[in-house]
Structures are given as structure tokens and as C-alpha cells.
Nanobody
Framework: QVQLVESGGGLVQAGGSLRLSCVVS????????MGWFRQAPGKEREFVAA????????YYANFVKGRFTISRDNAKNTVYLQMNSLKPEDTAVYYCAADSQFYSPSRLEGRYEYWGQGTQVTVSS
């Protein structure tokens, strides 16, 4: 059974940085496209970033371009989300997700079969 466990969330001041990690177990991580999504209170879950199985292709939501970077280490079964220049509107629960059917990344939530439990990111003004 594939399991995803996020970590690295917390409370940070606006302008600060955090790095989220997501460790995947129980599957063949190197074959999965991976994504990060987030859900703020009272809002629907939205796409943040995604990465191809090899790391060669990445996609970002417009609101994080230039501030967030997605990367992966297939030897460690881990995907990362480096978040810089954080804003209060980045406050949300952040989820990682795995797509075992396609190597290419996707912005579509429905493409991802496996999800972590989420990690809270709170940015104070």
C-alpha cells in the first residue's frame, strides 16, 4: 500500500521560507509523477506544483511562480517544496500526491491516486 507522509509545515512570518518534504513508501516512487496541492480554510483544494518522475519537467500555479520550487530525490523516495517569500495568503494545509499512471506531471487533482494527510503552513503578517 502506497503511503505519503508530509512534514516541514509550521508558522512563519511573511517573507520567510519553509521547505516541505513528502516521503513515499510502499510503491515505486521513481515511476510516479508527484504534485503538491493546498487547501485554505473555506476554499477548495488547489494545485500548487507538480514534477515529472525524472524531475525533468515541472509545473507551477501562477501564484507561486518564482517563489516556490518543487524537486525530488528518487534515491530517498522524497519530493520537496521549497517555499520562499511567503505571504499570508499562502496559509493553508499543503498536501502531496502521487500519480502512478503517468510519468508526466499534471495540474489536475483527479490524476492523483495517492494523497498524504497534509501539513499546516501558517504565514503571519
Amino acid at each position: 500500500q502506497v503511503q505519503l507522509v508530509e512534514s516541514g509545515g509550521g508558522l512563519v512570518q511573511a517573507g520567510g521560507s519553509l521547505r516541505l518534504s513528502c516521503v513515499v513508501s510502499g510503491g515505486i516512487f521513481s515511476r510516479y509523477a508527484m504534485g503538491w496541492f493546498r487547501q485554505a480554510p473555506g476554499k477548495e483544494r488547489e494545485f500548487v506544483a507538480a514534477i515529472q518522475w525524472s524531475g525533468g519537467t515541472t509545473y507551477y500555479a501562477n501564484f507561486v511562480k518564482g517563489r516556490f520550487t518543487i524537486s525530488r530525490d528518487n534515491a530517498k523516495n522524497t519530493v520537496y517544496l521549497q517555499m520562499n517569500s511567503l505571504k499570508p495568503e499562502d496559509t493553508a494545509v499543503y498536501y502531496c500526491a502521487a500519480d502512478s499512471q503517468f510519468y508526466s506531471p499534471s495540474r489536475l487533482e483527479g490524476r492523483y491516486e495517492y494523497w498524504g494527510q497534509g501539513t499546516q503552513v501558517t504565514v503571519s503578517s
